[in-house]
């Protein structure tokens, strides 16, 4: 999970942990391939809007990566309609816009792990 917000990381963290799932946070984008090569994640949660890079950005550049193009990656924004972007090229697997029903995010999730 990647979000620049130290609290929304951690409210994150905590709800998808006491679901079951386990989970390692990062605040820096720029870290994100270290991350992955570490850690082969199942899953990303990218928020849009982060202080140095655009979530939009590292999610192609994710997609594009041969070792992490099959990550599911579920982008966040309070900001963007993604809706629209999600059938192109480089494109997240699914959105969830903020603010954002935590049911509705665990199921997303759920949904991309299942497939």
Known sequence: MLDDDLAILEVLKDTL????????????GDKVFEKIQQYHPD???LDVMLAELDGREICRNIKQQR????IPVIL?????????????????????AKPFDIDNLLDKIEHQLAA
């Open 17 to 28: 942990e006491y679901s079951g799932y386990t989970v390692n946070t990062l605040s820096r």
């Open 43 to 45: 899953l990303i949660l």
């Open 67 to 70: 070792d992490s193009a099959n």
């Open 76 to 96: 966040i924004s309070a900001t963007h309609d993604l809706s629209k972007c999600l059938n192109q090229k480089g494109a997240p697997d699914d959105f969830v």
